[in-house]
């Protein structure tokens, strides 16, 4: 059996599997109260939401929508073509070093840490003058059957260090040549950064006697980062990326203390590295687990540069990060922590952002902004309204008598500190999209079955739905400025298919009559630059094309115009895949998406008709293994996408 921990993680995150099984499945799409619902009094005054444009009635999106889409292609609409690039296991482009892919999975590990890694997450593009730029990329995870030749069958040494060179981020060299993007093969910005990649450790947890092993008797430096999932850039010009599910990495033995507990760590993992890497033995390095679950941040500009675990943000499964400007210039950092009844924090920092210097670019001035400022976890009122409550040592009962001895320890037990605060456990904070105009937070709660079951936490305002299988999209509007500790929120929308219910999904919100397309556990989001919401799923395999998900078909993007409050399909992925990633070219005429683990299937790699059964994607070669891959999207008329 395949260990997938994505299949674990559902089959964890379902609890109750009857619920699957009920004959009335499903939830509705809906949009709750549109524009009307953020007209309500807050903070004693009705004006807050004043900067929300009227209702209007000419749509700002200017394609025909796609119908849901079940096979093993990508579909984009009429007036646009998609090109692959960059596929899992091509060359990254380092100089003297481009090992070419090989079709049946015997690259080195050697060669991999040169090569894209496996399954493409969260990315972003940094122009280097027109028609060309840097695409950056996380590699979330590895899908072990089928990056080695002979899949699980055997394990070794070389196959955890492949798998960790697969892990990860990529930067690319890429460039537009007569309507068709392609990388630039070398470039001197070409690089890997892998689960062996030395990372400094910035911010209060740095030096911590809790970050100190036998490897780094200091705290400050890590090998690696691992499970990369979104990714944020910065207004100084480097990329965030957020370390999700590092737990699963390790072993953690029979006998767990509260502080391994409450962070997920298991007495077996689920990727087999502590037998050949003791690195990954919690019993062995006990300390280990602490130095991962960091937003990380690079510059990749740079290619010297050390990147570093910027521990100001805190501790969590960070499934990314993005920021905000205050008007003073300084930088606030909204993250979540993808895993059921956990947390929406926010990072303001202590000083403005700087700009360049005739000697330092914006980055390497701006080098040290995320050591230093106040974290807060996020609880969300029933009345509508929230409050940004602080992670500072000393405040809160957050002291050594309740296990706090310095700000270091809250923001490494930052789980814990938000639990003694009373912050509201969310039902899987996945990514964040921020107008910087309108100081509105969207953030994309993707699922969580088990909300509302015997032993868990009930509904609440912001998570009403009992056994959420399908998500929602929640959204607040932050009080005068990013870095208010009061806002006031609302849904802008539930995912689901109203023609295949499921009443045990009470109790729903208000809706509207607004049009929406239907999706399911929406997970990417991204605001253009023309204020267009772009949303991107990520139902999972064992879910897909039954019971309420029946009539939703492949994992999908589609485009959500507020003023309207329509939400309409754009493009389907390949079967099993997710959709994730979203960034554009500086002139918003071409879109780089990611299309992550096409063919992911909770079945064995052995399985005979594996892969064909299941996906070929991009080759749709017969046997072929399937590739992660980045997708460009052009208008065929070199127009604006969406427009
Ligand atoms: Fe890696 Fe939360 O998706
Ligand atoms: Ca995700
Ligand atoms: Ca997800």
Redesign the pocket.
């Known amino acids: 059996m395949a260990k997938d921990f994505r299949a674990m993680e559902l089959s964890n995150e379902s609890g109750n599997p009857s619920i699957h099984e009920q004959s009335e499945l499903s939830r509705r799409a809906l949009i709750s109260g549109g524009l009307s619902a953020w007209m309500f009094t807050v903070f004693g005054s009705t004006t807050s939401f004043a900067q929300i444009p009227s209702p209007q009635t000419i749509s700002r999106l200017g394609f025909k929508g796609i119908a849901a889409d079940s096979l093993d292609r990508l579909v984009v609409p009429d007036g646009y073509t998609a090109q692959v690039l960059a596929p899992w296991g091509e060359a990254v482009g380092v100089i003297g070093n481009m090992p070419a892919w090989k079709l049946d999975g015997s690259n080195s590990a050697a060669d991999q840490a040169a090569q894209m890694g496996m399954h493409h ?1 969260g990315l972003h593009f940094y122009a280097l003058g027109k028609d060309r730029g840097l695409l950056v990329m996380n590699h ?2 590895t899908d072990d059957g089928l990056l080695h030749t002979d899949g699980i069958k055997t394990w070794s040494a070389e196959k955890v260090l492949k798998a960790q060179a697969a892990h990860g981020i990529s930067v690319i060299e890429v460039e537009l040549k007569n309507n068709v993007w392609d990388m630039v093969r070398p470039s001197k910005y070409a690089r890997r950064l892998t689960t062996n990649t030395p990372f400094a450790l910035g911010g209060p947890a740095a030096g911590h006697p809790m970050m100190k092993t036998a490897a780094d008797p200091q705290g400050r430096m890590v090998a690696g980062t691992l ?1 990369n ?2 990714s944020g850039k910065t207004p100084w010009g480097t990329y965030l990326s957020g370390e ?2 590092w737990a699963f990495y390790f072993d953690a033995g029979k006998n767990l203390d509260a502080h391994q507990k409450r962070w997920g760590l298991r007495e077996k993992g689920l990727y087999r590295w502590p037998e050949f890497d003791t690195r990954f033995d919690v019993v062995k390095n006990p300390n280990e687990p602490n130095r991962f679950g960091w937003v990380v941040e690079v510059d990749p500009m740079d290619p010297t540069s050390t990147p570093i675990k910027r521990t100001a943000l805190g501790r969590a ?1 960070h ?1 990314g990060a993005w920021v905000a400007v205050t008007k003073e210039k300084r930088a606030v950092v909204y993250s979540g922590e ?1 895993a059921r009844f956990e947390y929406i924090y926010k990072f303001v920092s202590r000083d403005a952002i700087k700009e360049a210097t005739a000697t330092q670019t914006k980055a390497q001035v701006n080098k040290e902004l995320l050591d230093y400022g106040t974290l807060y976890v996020a609880r969300f009122d029933a009345d509508g309204t929230g409050k940004w409550l602080p992670l500072v040592h000393g405040q809160g009962g957050l002291n050594a008598a309740n296990g706090f001895a310095d700000l270091g320890e809250v923001v490494i037990k930052a789980r814990q500190a938000s639990d003694l605060l009373g912050g509201t456990k969310m039902d ?1 904070p ?1 990514w964040l999209a921020i107008d910087q105009v309108s100081k509105e937070v969207f953030c994309t709660l ?1 699922n969580n079955s088990q909300r509302g079951e015997a032993g868990k936490p009930a509904p609440d305002a912001a998570n009403p739905v009992t056994n959420n299988v399908m998500g929602n999209v929640i959204r607040w509007k932050e009080n005068n400025d990013f870095d208010a500790t009061t806002f006031a929120w609302n849904h802008l929308v539930f995912a689901g298919d109203p023609e295949n219910e499921r009443l045990a999904a009470k109790p729903r919100p208000v809706k509207t009559g607004a049009a929406t397309d239907i999706f399911a556990c929406p ?1 990417g989001l991204a605001l253009d630059s023309r204020g267009v919401l772009w949303i991107q799923t ?1 139902a999972h395999a064992s879910q897909m094309y039954k019971g309420e998900l029946k009539n939703i078909g492949n994992n999908q993007m589609l485009a959500c115009d507020q003023a309207t409050g329509e939400i309409r399909r754009f493009l389907t992925g390949p079967t099993n895949c ?1 959709i ?1 990633g979203c960034t554009w070219s500086d002139d918003a005429r071409t879109m780089f998406i990611n299309v992550q683990h096409p063919g992911e299937t909770a079945s064995d790699r052995s399985d005979p008709e594996f892969p064909d059964k299941f996906s070929n994607w991009p080759s749709g070669v017969k046997g072929a293994r399937p590739r992660s891959a980045t997708v460009v999207i052009r208008k065929n008329d070199g127009g604006v996408i969406g427009a």
């Open positions: 997450d979330e995870y499970n999932c979104a999700e599910n499964a499934e993808d899987r996945e993707t997970d990520d997710e994730t």
